[in-house]
């Protein structure tokens, strides 16, 4: 399962309001005390054959069942399966083609059936069930990761809709397969299928494994059949039907497919065309090769989550499709496509045996993103997924989750940063520790030792263990079995006399737990640069290193690997000294933000680095440091580099950040290159472009408009949006007023700059002012958490203000813009 990715700064957000609302829990909540272990087994999924055919006039389908099982290890002579809104029609022991009707009692949950006798773990037996799934009427509640769990979903299906295509597809993760299959819906079930779909025969269908037959039946409809040979678990399986093109691709011999809605065959290779080899990558590390007979991705319309890994079937979000302009910025779901693929081992192959140990499944599916960047982009790429993905965990307010979590509300809350972000850094701190050839050896042993089967984060520790020889208990209690992580507080001292330099680590975390781990700590005089490896495992620790004279930098987690919080003492030399020398994008980046937030401790130094940042060879870098220059005062060599990167940079989403800053300028010497760029091939260029040239020529921007909706999406989207706001009146204040207060905290961000532009149209001093309160008094409390939010609120009263000044002239209620360029400054002081 892949989760819609939050931007850094809304994390930070939703870490804050996470926090609040921890505070407000009720210690005696019931879940608190319930232990989530995993699923008894009492009877064992062998083989699920289904017959299904969908109303959808209705939107129901119409089912039946012939489940085998056979006892686990207990003889029984009963049968509890999870049939969740489903109509029962009967219920019967299937032996030599005849039904034998069994008693059975039903709740609209469970299914409880009395079997025909008493089995052993010796014997399998059939059970049929012909039933009629009603997904529409079943109530489920979903999670903020899977926002629905009806489990069967029917897509504009009497196609009244003239704008949405008529779409069937299946999303069973965590347990809602049972909505439309009953079966033991739990994760360390394992069984293999058949399913037989009869559709309209202008569609296409999916599922899982291969297709064996299709019948062309006389009333206008076909029947697929689809045979899964190897076991998976129940909520792995899959339908999908539709009018999709199919790309065809290969792995090997093994087909690789991507389903698309035909207005995207074209591009549907730019979308999904490095999976085979991704397939070849991941094959090649883990020392297992794609172990299922076939890979194939499909993209679904008002899908309910990022994307799921369904066995040899996966199902994306719609988002997948882009058109070739949108492609220009880059494929900003390739890490989706990574992600699901490397389910098809961590996850499928070998599957949680619970949701208290997800981690087994999503935390490797999580640092397969940065594996593959690393692999495809380069090591900074890599390091830049990894770090993202940390700052998600650490403003996520997770601090009190473990990652192994046996008591939690419901198990969709699994679904966290905590198993995700968490779960991902911590493997990478293990590759770190062992070794990248120990690291490999032992998940490639963990995965031959458990195919086809459910394990857990033990069986993951003894797989490490068995490999290394090393006992590992310290490091699964520690992070696997315990929640939180370090608050790093770091100081240096030089004895000259001496030649010593030391290191000072303090652990600040609130709570009492004291992590152990080891640190690596460069020295560096010049570009040498000596490296010592030491652990800490104190409430406060003191490292003393011999030198010859004193260190122009000391490094410490000189790999950046930690999963900490570090608030470290060094100063602007000692940072500068870091990006030219240390290198890796997590120590040019730490750099670059220190010396933005503080050029005014040498303002000459500060704009000499930040000049390197901007002709860094990674885009990244050169992006993070365009981002970021928009409450910073540019000198006329840093505006020279802006003005060409915003003409020539490699990267479009790179000029579109230049272009950004360019509008801040507001030079009409700029007029005509922006009205050139509002109609570039790049969605975010142009929509960069369009918002600058508004700043400068406000008329003309707007006289763009219905030129430009003709084709827009994202960025250019967004920027019509936002300049459509200067067509708006004093009249549309109270719909204007209530978009921003009215928000989420998320779309709030973004709301306050709309509102600050439509102020600029606004001439009621009482409409003003509470408008202008509102947004000052927000960006002020965001400030603590979201501190470059604030300083771009700033600037963008600033521009008010410019605004406000030169329309004194042309009006002839002098006294109230008077009035409104009295409350700007009085804000701004």
């Not at 009492?42 to 055919?53: I, Q, S």
């Not at 003191?542 to 987690?557: Q, R």
């Not at 920027?719 to 009146?729: D, F, H, L, N």
Request: hydrophobic fraction near 35%.
């Amino acid at each position: 399962m892949k989760k819609f990715v939050l931007s850094v700064a809304v994390l930070a957000s939703l870490g804050v309001a996470a926090q609040e609302q921890a505070k407000k829990t009720k210690a005696e909540e019931p879940w608190k005390k319930l232990y989530r272990a995993a699923a008894t087994k009492t009877n064992d999924l062998v083989h699920t054959k289904l017959d299904v055919r969908f109303d959808y006039d209705k939107a129901y389908m119409y089912g039946k069942a012939w489940i085998t099982l056979r006892p686990h290890f207990y003889a029984t002579d009963s049968l509890q399966l999870d049939a969740k809104g489903m109509n029962i029609h009967s219920v019967a022991i299937a032996r030599n083609g005849q039904h034998q009707p069994l008693l059975y009692t039903y709740d609209s949950l469970s299914l409880r059936i009395k079997l025909d006798k008493s089995y052993t773990a010796s014997d399998s037996y059939t059970v049929f069930i012909d039933y009629v799934a009603k997904p529409n009427e079943y109530s489920a509640k979903g999670s903020a990761a899977i926002t629905d769990a009806k489990g069967l979903y029917f897509i504009n299906p009497k196609g009244e809709d003239k704008s949405k295509p008529i779409q069937i597809w299946t999303q069973g993760e965590t347990e809602a397969t049972s909505v439309w299959c009953p079966t033991i819906d739990r994760p360390n079930q394992k069984t293999t299928h058949e399913i037989a779909m009869t559709v309209p025969d202008k569609y296409v269908t999916l599922s899982n494994g291969l297709l064996s037959s299709q019948k062309k039946n006389t009333d206008g409809t076909r029947t697929d059949t689809w045979k899964m040979n190897d076991p998976h678990a129940p909520y792995l399986f899959f339908m999908g039907v539709g009018d999709f093109a199919i790309i065809k691709d290969k792995y090997k011999d093994k087909e690789v497919n991507y389903y698309v809605e035909k207005e995207y065959a074209s591009t549907a290779r730019q979308i999904f065309g490095l999976t085979p080899e991704m397939m070849a990558f991941y094959s090649r590390i883990l020392g297992v090769d794609f172990p299922w007979v076939k890979y194939s991705q499909m993209t679904g319309r008002d899908y309910v989550s990022g994307a799921m890994e369904n066995t040899t079937a996966t199902l994306h979000t719609d988002k997948l499709q882009q058109n070739a302009r949108e492609l220009t910025d880059g494929n900003q779901y390739e890490e989706y496509v990574a992600h699901e693929l490397f389910h098809q081992w961590f996850g499928d192959l070998v599957t949680a045996e619970s949701w208290s140990n997800l981690t087994v499944n999503e935390s490797f599916a999580n640092y397969s993103e940065t594996l593959w960047s690393t692999y495809k982009h380069g090591k900074d790429a890599g390091e830049e997924q990894n770090y993202n993905d940390m700052l998600g965990y650490l403003r996520s307010g997770s601090d009190n989750k473990d990652l192994v979590r046996f008591h939690y509300a419901t198990h969709e809350d699994m679904f966290d940063a905590v198993s995700y972000n968490k779960g991902g850094r911590i493997l990478h701190m293990l590759r770190h520790y062992i070794g990248d050839s120990a690291f490999f050896t032992s998940l490639n042993r963990y995965l031959t030792q458990h195919k086809f089967k459910a394990a857990e984060a033990h069986q993951l520790r003894l797989a490490f263990e068995e490999v290394t020889g090393q006992d590992l208990n310290w490091y699964f209690n520690q992070w696997y079995y315990g929640s939180g992580h370090p608050h790093l507080n770091i100081h240096y001292y030089y004895n000259d006399t001496a030649k010593t330099a030391y290191v000072y680590i303090n652990q600040m975390q609130v709570s009492n737990k004291v992590f152990r781990m080891p640190v690596d700590i460069d020295v560096y005089n010049g570009a040498q640069k000596k490296r010592h490896t030491v652990w800490i495992g104190n409430k406060s620790d003191t490292f003393a290193f011999s030198v010859t004279a004193k260190p122009d930098l000391i490094n410490v987690d000189g790999d950046k690997i930690l999963l900490a919080d570090k608030e470290d003492s060094k100063n602007l030399a000692a940072y500068i000294h870091q990006y030219k020398y240390a290198g890796n994008y997590v120590d040019r980046r730490e750099a670059l933000e220190y010396v933005i937030e503080h050029a005014d401790e040498d303002t000459k130094a500060a704009e000499a680095l930040i000049l390197m940042g901007l002709n860094d060879p990674y885009h990244g870098i050169r992006n993070l440091v365009l981002k970021n220059l928009g409450g910073y005062t540019m000198s006329d060599a840093i505006v020279a580099k802006v003005d060409k990167l915003a003409r020539s940079d490699e990267r479009r989403l790179n000029r579109a950040a230049a272009i950004s800053l360019l509008g801040l300028l507001s030079r009409s010497s700029d007029e005509a290159f922006l009205l050139k760029n509002t109609t570039d091939s790049s969605y975010s260029v142009a929509g960069a472009a369009l918002i600058a040239l508004s700043a400068i020529n406000e008329n003309k921007a707007v006289s763009l408009l219905p030129m430009l909706q003709k084709d827009a999406r994202n960025d250019l989207s967004a920027a019509i949006e936002k300049v459509s706001v200067y067509t708006k009146t004093e009249a549309d204040f109270d719909s204007m007023y209530q978009r921003f207060t009215g928000a989420s905290m998320y779309d709030r961000f973004e709301e306050s700059f709309t509102l600050l532009n439509y102020l600029s149209k606004v001439q009621e001093p009482d409409h003003f002012k509470t408008a202008l309160n509102a947004v000052n008094a927000f960006s002020r409390q965001a400030a603590a958490f979201a501190p470059r939010y604030r300083t771009a609120v700033i600037k963008a009263m600033q521009q008010l203000l410019k605004k406000k000044q030169a329309s004194l002239s042309a009006t002839s209620n002098k006294k109230a813009i008077e009035e409104e360029i009295k409350l700007l400054e009085e804000k701004l002081k």
